[in-house]
């Protein structure tokens, strides 16, 4: 007669642990081999794209945890990100920062020395945009402040007195940063707002 045996009861997730593997033979290398490797996969040739919706990163960043450690300052050290602004919109390089910032605290090796090269395809004019940017600019949420790469070349040509009305009111911003408060920074930029209101009346909307 054939004995019954009571099913084995299922640890709880949580208590799970992962399985033992053996050491993959590429941490048997030596560092500096495996950073030229982390090179060659992990900086782009060309800008890394960063939109509303985010950015590609490599696959290799989600391998394993050591990857992840050695690999990331890689990553975000080594590439040029790429932010298209929209009618001055900073956003995007905002939720970019915050993420190395996180990635920061988390202990991971990242300086927060990415360079965005911000294309303006033919912006509208947003002074509530603007004056958003310029204020992240002064309390160091974003990394940079105007900087028009070749894509935004013509509007230079068309709108050059734009182009420096808005440079002076970030170098404004970068000066006065730890010496004033904001409020103060705001109230004189409100006299380079003139200025592009007589450029362009829809300055003057907010």
Not at 167 to 191: H, I, P
């Amino acid at each position: 007669m054939a004995s019954s045996t009571a099913p084995t009861r299922e640890p709880p997730l949580s208590s799970l642990k992962p399985s033992s593997q053996d050491a993959s033979p590429f941490f048997s290398l030596p560092g500096e081999l495996r950073n030229r490797i982390y090179r060659l996969v992990l900086v782009e040739e060309h800008d890394v794209l960063v939109s509303h919706t985010g950015y590609t990163r490599s696959g290799l960043l989600g391998v394993c945890q050591q990857i992840v450690a050695e690999a990331t300052a890689i990553y975000y050290e080594e590439n040029i990100f790429q932010s298209v602004v929209t009618d001055y919109d900073s956003q995007v390089m905002y939720d970019l920062c915050r993420h190395l910032n996180a990635m920061k605290q988390r202990g991971l090796s990242v300086r927060i020395q990415a360079t965005f090269c911000l294309n303006s395809w033919s912006p509208t004019p947003n002074w509530k945009n603007l004056i958003t940017w310029i204020k992240r600019y002064f309390l160091r949420e974003v990394t940079c402040g105007m900087i028009w790469g070749p894509n935004a070349a013509h509007l230079f040509m068309r709108d050059e007195i734009t182009f420096y009305t808005i440079g002076a009111m970030f170098s404004t911003a970068k000066t006065l940063t730890d010496q004033v408060s904001w409020d103060t920074v705001e109230k004189a930029l409100e006299m380079n707002r003139q200025t592009l209101i007589h450029i362009d009346p829809a300055w003057r909307d907010d």
